[in-house]
């Protein structure tokens, strides 16, 4: 079975702009979450998304979005980019909910602000 | 809030021998699961053991113990036989129905030869 993939594995941005992160969770997995490491803060929960709704938030600001497609792939979106947002961007995947199954997380991607 | 404490930032052990990373969590729930997290250098995160709270049980996982101290909130991570594979960032986590998964600092661990 493939595991949790995510695309780009690398990218450089500049202050204001938007990016937009993918991730493709095992198959038939059906929760995916998000996290922000920085050496700096460590590792964050920025929010969870099951059967296509946001089901957990993190506290950060509304600049940070993601959302769930019917095939359980999920996309997050940086707008208004800052310095501060330079870090690697991890996405992991279970079946339902960590209280019952294991989380898998996929290599992440490494965003740079300039 | 709940929070996670990794006291020790750096640890080092010679191959073969048994290392002791230590956790202290805050919560005042009674239904909770703690995990320990490994990431190499090659930044993927691995799981390497859970514990559920209602569970008094230490959970062992082949080299890898815990030792959960419910009413002292600790949860320290036991590696035995340590390998050479062993050495990376491990990262004690505390996970309610809340559905946050919350991250201690981490400890990083380096293996001697």
């Known amino acids: 079975k493939a595991g949790v993939t995510q695309t780009p594995r690398y990218l450089i941005k500049t202050r204001g702009q938007q990016v937009t992160l993918s991730c493709s969770p095992i198959s038939g997995h059906r929760s995916v979450s998000w996290y922000q490491q920085t050496p700096g803060q460590g590792l964050q929960f920025l929010f969870e998304?099951?059967?296509?709704?946001?089901?957990n938030k993190g506290n950060f600001p509304g600049r940070f979005s993601g959302r769930q497609f019917s095939n359980s792939r999920s996309e997050m979106n940086v707008s208004t980019l800052e310095l501060g947002d330079s870090a690697l961007y991890l996405c992991?995947?279970?079946?339902?909910?960590?209280?019952?199954?294991?989380?898998?997380f996929g290599p992440g991607t490494r965003l740079t602000v300039l | 809030a709940q929070t996670v404490t990794q006291s020790q930032p750096e640890m080092s052990v010679q191959e073969a021998e048994t290392v002791t990373l230590s956790c202290t969590y805050d919560?005042?729930?009674?239904?909770?699961?703690l995990f320990w997290y490994k990431q190499p250098p090659s930044r993927q995160m691995i799981l390497v053991i859970r514990?559920?709270?209602?569970?008094?049980q230490n959970a062992t996982e082949n080299r890898f113990s815990v030792n959960f101290q419910k009413a002292a909130k600790s949860f320290s991570l036991k590696i035995s036989d340590s390998q050479l594979g062993d050495a990376a960032m491990y990262f004690c986590a505390y996970y309610n129905q809340g559905g946050k998964l919350i991250f201690g600092q981490g400890t990083e661990l380096s293996v001697k030869p």
């Open positions: 514990q559920e709270a209602y569970k008094q």
């Open positions: 992991a995947s279970s079946l339902f909910t960590l209280s019952t199954d294991t989380q898998y």
């Open positions: 919560t005042s729930e009674s239904d909770y699961y």
């Open positions: 998304y099951f059967s296509e709704t946001q089901r």
